[in-house]
């Protein structure tokens, strides 16, 4: 999983940011050069599929969000360090400072969208990376989702390290129930 933060300048303005899922990869693309050649401060963390199965996707997820507001703030000085964080969703990841909860915060903050097309594109990136080391399964095309090509990829050629076990329990006790 992969989190981002980001603080934004008060005047930045970019056409077209809104939530990273209904943008086209070529303007996440885009957007992920100039968010980050604008933005006063970015982040990115990870939880990788060892993190998930121990501790659950949520927890994984919050530990990413940690980590990349950690990483935002080495970049910042104290003085610029974020008051307040805008956190898209319902579940408070208990920052170490004020958070305010936006469900479906990426089609309304510009904040929360930046980060959104900032931890999209750099999975992606990580499973095209992924896909040159495990071919067969997809994830240039599919990022890792469950998809057709996915699961044809387990039928055929089995899991790979990468694979989270938890996402297998899902795909056994799928196949049983099915």
């Not at 968010?35 to 994984?60: R, S, T």
């Not at 003085?79 to 579940?91: H, Y």
């Not at 408070?92 to 004020?98: F, G």
Request: no cysteine.
């Amino acid at each position: 999983v992969v989190a981002a933060a980001v603080v934004l300048p008060e005047e930045f303005s970019v056409l077209g940011i809104d939530d990273s899922k209904k943008l086209s990869e070529k303007r996440r693309e885009e957007l992920f050069v100039e968010i980050k050649k604008h933005a006063v401060a970015w982040g990115i963390g990870m939880a990788d599929h060892q993190v998930i199965d121990e501790i659950n996707i949520l927890q994984a997820t919050f530990l990413a969000m940690h980590r990349a507001y950690g990483e935002l703030l080495q970049k910042l000085p104290e003085e610029k360090r974020p008051r307040l964080a805008l956190v898209d969703g319902n579940r408070d990841p208990d920052l170490p400072l004020p958070t305010q909860l936006v469900v479906k915060g990426d089609g309304t903050s510009a904040h929360i969208a930046a980060a959104s097309v900032l931890a999209k594109v750099t999975r992606d990136h990580l499973m095209t990376e992924y896909a040159r080391e495990y071919p067969g399964y997809g994830w240039e095309k599919n990022k890792g989702y469950g998809s057709k090509e996915h699961y044809e990829g387990i039928a055929k050629y089995g899991i790979t390290p990468l694979h989270r076990k938890s996402f297998l329990k899902n795909l056994t006790e799928k196949h049983h129930d099915g």
